[in-house]
């Protein structure tokens, strides 16, 4: 699906019946690491799965990508499709998008899914080294700011076991444009830190890790889970920053008895 969402062209997918479930992928992803969630769990939900603003098939306009606009852009694609309450499941980038959602729209959340994120912002070199990358990919193209994510994103082991998998997160990290790359850098490089504002959160909250996520360790996790009153954690074991592919399986189990409880 097409519609003109927020000023921009946007691209979705929308299928399956139940609450809806909005699923907000990361940097510098697409909406296509949901595959094994919107296929598997077609029975479970009405799953929207957008592809941001500078991805996928999404526009790419100049500029930068602040958490809260991604929010703006999440909640006008949910008026557009007539949706008043959702599920908001984020991973990492997605997750800061879900928490500046969950923050900006209370009264538009149904149930919130934080996998593998975090509600601390960047410190200053990391914000620095953000801000250079984001040039780069402006300059030089995606490649030489992308590339060295596929040796982060998967655990060791799934990157040793499972080639077809690493080539299907290579192709995905190889279609993302300068544009939604520098725009993304930049909005995260930017974003506040919302650890203090954790508590306010009331809808039910699932808080999802992986042992061996060398991009945002598991500590993350429960810092925000001994945070967000009644949250359950869950941490997938044999898998790194994106569980979500590398064991969905356990993954989907977490969302489904999750969505089975609201
Ligand atoms: C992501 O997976 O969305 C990014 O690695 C998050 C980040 O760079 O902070």
Not at 33 to 61: C, F, M, N, T
Not at 64 to 92: C, F, H, P, T, W
Not at 223 to 236: P, Y
Not at 249 to 262: D, E, H, L, P, S
């Amino acid at each position: 699906m097409r519609a003109k969402i927020n000023g921009i062209e946007m691209d979705y997918e929308t299928s399956g019946q139940g609450v809806a479930l909005l699923w907000i992928h990361g940097y510098p992803l697409s909406r296509a690491i949901w595959s094994r969630q919107v296929g598997e769990l077609s029975g479970d939900a009405r799953h929207i799965a957008p592809d941001l603003r500078g991805y996928g098939q999404s526009e790419a306009p100049a500029g930068v990508y602040a958490m809260e606009l991604l929010a703006d852009d999440m909640r006008a694609l949910l008026d557009a499709n007539n949706i008043k309450q959702a599920v908001v499941a984020g991973l990492s980038m997605g997750g800061y998008v879900a928490l500046a959602f969950a923050l900006k729209f209370p009264d538009r959340l149904a149930g919130l899914i934080l996998s593998n994120t975090r509600a601390g912002a960047d410190s200053p070199e990391a914000a620095k080294a953000r801000n250079d990358n984001a040039d780069r990919a402006l300059r030089e193209g995606v490649k030489p700011v992308v590339e060295p994510m596929l040796g982060k994103l998967f655990s060791a082991e799934t990157a040793g076991a499972k080639p077809a998998l690493v080539e299907e997160l290579r192709r995905i990290l190889f279609s993302a444009s300068p544009n939604g790359v520098a725009g993304a850098l930049r909005g995260m490089a930017v974003r506040p830190d919302v650890t203090a504002q954790l508590p306010s959160i009331t809808a039910p909250t699932l808080i999802i890790t992986a042992t061996d996520d060398a991009v945002i360790p598991p500590a993350e996790s429960q810092k925000m889970a001994a945070a967000i009153k009644g949250s359950t954690l869950v941490e997938i074991p044999d898998a790194g920053h994106l569980p979500n592919m590398e064991q969905p399986a356990a993954f989907n189990k977490a969302v489904r008895n999750f969505i089975g409880r609201i």
